[in-house]
C-alpha cells in the first residue's frame, strides 16, 4: 500500500491524485505505477557545469545535481488524454507541480518533459480490448530540491519624525498624507503639535504622539496609517544666523547670540571653538567641516538645533530652512531558521523608503569569500532610495534586484550585493536566529522575507 499521497498539478488549473493510501484516487483512472519494475524513479544525478570566476557563479568543473524523473502511469482510453493535457508536448511545455506528501508532509518539485511521453498497452494487446494503457513520462526537474512549505513574515514600518524649526517667531503647518493641520505657532508644546496632528482625518486621536521642545519634536504615528510627515514653514520668521563682514575678520549670529571675531583665515576647528562659546550652542553643539565653497556647519543644539548650514567665504549672510522634517529610522526583526539539508537563501520584498538595511550575515562562511573569521557575521546591506516596490534575491542563480519599474536598480548598488544563505540545520522554528531589518521612510512601508526550504529528498533527513 502506498504511505503517501502524490498529487500533479499542471499549470492549466487541472490537478489529480495519483497515488495514495486509501484507493479513492482510483476513481480517475490516472494510476502512478510505483512498482520498481514500472521504471518508476524520482532520483536524481549529477552532471558537471562550469562557471565564471564572480561572486554568484559556480567554480569552473563543479559538480552539480540534475534530477530526471521517469513516472509510469496506469490510463484508460478516456483518461489517456487528459494525461496529455497535463504534460503538454516537448513543443508546448507544461509546468507540472509534483507533491509528495509523505510522513514529513509535502514536498513538491516543479517539472517538465524531457522528451515525448511513451504510451504501450499491457501485453501488447489492443488498448481498446485491455481498456488499458502504460505510458511512461520522462520529466526533469530545473531544481533538484524538493520544495517543503515555505513561510512568509512581514514587518511594517510604524512613522518616525522629527521636526526642527529655525525660527523667532511666526506659524507653521504639518502635513501628513496630503493633509494639513491648522497653523501652529513656532513655540507650541508637544500637546499643542499633537493636538492639531489628531485633529488630521489622515491620522486622528490616539494615532500619533509628540514628544519634545518647541523648536525640536519628535513625531510617532502608527503603522496603521501610512503617510509621511512634512512642514510648511513659510510663514516662520527669516532666517536663525547671519555672517557679518569687517575689515580683518567676521563674526556669526546665531539666535542673537553673537561670536568674537574670528580670522579669515580660520580653520574649521577655530571656527567651532568660537561657535561654542555662545551659551545657546555650548560645547559640543555644532561640528564645522572644510569645504571647497567655505564651511559646512551642523548644529546639534541651539535655535538651529538639527540643521545643516552653508557657510560661504566672503559673503555675509548663510543660507538655512527655516523648518524642515528628519525621517528616523526603526527596526523590525525577523524569525529565521533552515531546518533543512540544503542552504536557505533569503527572499525579501520592501516597500518604497529612502533607505533599507536588511541582513546578510555570514553565519561562519567568510572564508569562502576569503574574508576573515567573523567579520561578516553581522552584516547588513543598505539600498539606495528604494522608488517602487523592490525584489531581492539572494539566491546566485536570481537576479538580484528586481524592482517594480523595472529601473536599473543594481546600477545604483554599485555591485553590493547578499552572498551569504542562512546554512542547513541553522535555528528552529522554537529556536530561530533573530535578524533586523531598519527602515527610513514612511509609516506603512513594509518589509516582507520569504523563507523557501528545499530538501534533498521526498521525505526524511531531519535531526
Given at each position: ?24 484516487y482510483l ?36 559538480e ?76 526533469i526537474?530545473?531544481n533538484?530540491m ?13 512613522g ?7 525660527a ?8 501628513y ?24 482625518p ?13 523648536g525640536?519634536?519628535t513625531?510617532?504615528?502608527s503603522?496603521d496609517?501610512?503617510g ?9 520668521a ?20 553673537t ?14 571653538q568660537a ?23 551642523s ?6 538645533n538639527?540643521?545643516?548650514?552653508a557657510l ?6 548663510a ?32 516597500d ?12 561562519g ?13 553581522a ?23 528586481l ?26 522554528e522554537?529556536d530561530?536566529?533573530l ?10 512601508a ?9 530538501w ?8
Open positions: 500500500m502506498a504511505v503517501a499521497t502524490i498529487t500533479l498539478e499542471s499549470d492549466t488549473g487541472d490537478w489529480v491524485v495519483v497515488s495514495a493510501p486509501n484507493d479513492e476513481a480517475d483512472d490516472i494510476i502512478l505505477d510505483t512498482d520498481p519494475e514500472g521504471l518508476y524513479d524520482t532520483g536524481f544525478k549529477v552532471r558537471t557545469q562550469s562557471g565564471a570566476f564572480q561572486p554568484g557563479g559556480r567554480i569552473v568543473g563543479e552539480i545535481p540534475i534530477r530526471e524523473m521517469v513516472l509510469p502511469f496506469w490510463l484508460t482510453p478516456a483518461s489517456r488524454p487528459r494525461l496529455q493535457r497535463l504534460w503538454g508536448t516537448p513543443g508546448n511545455f507544461r509546468k507540472v507541480r509534483y507533491t509528495y506528501d509523505g510522513p514529513s508532509g509535502p514536498r513538491s518539485l516543479t517539472l517538465r518533459l524531457s522528451k515525448e511521453i511513451k504510451y504501450t498497452t499491457e501485453d501488447g494487446h489492443d488498448a481498446d480490448i485491455d481498456d488499458t494503457y502504460h505510458a511512461v513520462v520522462s520529466a526537474a530545473p533538484p524538493f520544495e517543503a512549505a515555505e513561510d512568509v513574515a512581514e514587518w511594517v514600518n510604524p518616525n519624525f522629527t521636526v526642527y524649526l529655525a523667532t517667531s511666526g506659524t507653521f503647518r504639518l502635513g498624507a496630503d493633509a494639513l493641520t491648522a497653523l501652529i505657532p513656532y513655540d507650541a508644546t508637544a500637546a499643542a503639535v499633537q493636538a492639531a496632528l489628531e485633529a488630521l489622515t491620522l486622528g486621536a490616539g494615532n500619533v504622539t509628540v514628544t519634545g521642545d518647541p525640536r519634536w513625531v510617532l504615528t503603522k496609517c501610512p509621511m510627515l512634512t512642514v510648511d514653514g513659510t510663514s516662520l527669516p532666517l536663525s544666523l547671519s555672517v557679518t563682514v569687517g575689515t580683518l575678520s567676521f563674526t556669526i549670529t546665531v539666535g542673537g547670540q561670536t568674537a571675531p574670528i580670522a579669515f583665515l580660520s580653520s574649521a576647528s577655530t571656527i567651532r561657535l561654542e562659546q555662545l551659551s545657546n550652542i555650548g560645547t559640543g553643539g555644532v561640528t564645522v567641516t572644510s569645504t571647497s565653497f567655505g564651511f559646512a556647519l548644529f546639534m543644539t541651539g535655535p538651529l538639527g540643521f545643516l548650514v560661504f567665504t566672503g559673503r555675509s549672510t543660507g538655512v530652512h527655516v523648518a524642515r522634517v528628519v525621517t528616523n529610522p526603526n527596526t523590525g526583526w525577523f524569525d529565521v531558521w533552515n531546518p533543512t539539508d540544503q542552504p536557505l537563501w533569503p527572499e525579501w520584498t520592501f518604497p523608503a529612502q533607505s533599507w538595511h536588511f541582513p546578510d550575515f555570514a553565519f562562511q567568510e572564508r569562502k569569500w576569503n574574508r576573515k573569521a567573523g567579520e561578516d557575521a552584516r547588513m546591506i543598505v539600498t539606495v532610495p528604494v522608488t517602487s516596490k523592490l525584489s531581492v534575491m539572494s539566491d546566485p542563480f536570481m537576479d538580484t534586484y524592482p517594480a519599474d523595472l529601473s536599473n536598480f543594481a546600477g545604483l548598488m554599485n555591485g553590493v550585493e547578499p552572498i551569504y544563505p542562512v546554512p542547513p540545520y541553522t535555528g528552529t522554537d530561530p536566529v535578524m533586523p531589518v531598519v527602515c527610513t521612510g514612511p509609516a506603512g513594509k518589509a516582507t522575507l520569504r523563507q523557501r526550504r528545499f534533498s529528498a521526498e521525505s526524511g533527513l531531519e535531526q
